[in-house]
């Protein structure tokens, strides 16, 4: 497993209204937070489970969902 602690990135794509969201690797989980609200909730994903959201959304599967 990797504990390896990595800082906050977010997207290049990401707009600069703060319309985005950060990313880390912290204590061998995966953290998404809102950038708007740095001390707010953190989803924590496992790596499995953060490699099968990024398959799908390699491949189109929430396409669907994106704003218009």
């Known amino acids: 497993m990797n ?5 906050w ?3 290049r794509r990401s707009s600069n209204q703060g319309s985005c969201v950060e990313v880390r690797r912290h204590d061998g989980m995966i953290e998404v937070r809102d ?3 740095r001390s707010g909730p953190v989803l ?14 390699r491949k189109g599967e929430f396409d669907h969902l994106g704003s218009e």
């Open 3 to 7: 504990t390896t602690t990595t800082s």
């Open 44 to 57: 924590r994903f496992t790596g499995p489970e953060w490699d099968s959201f990024l398959d799908g959304m």
């Open 35 to 37: 950038s708007k609200d």
């Open 9 to 11: 990135i977010k997207a």
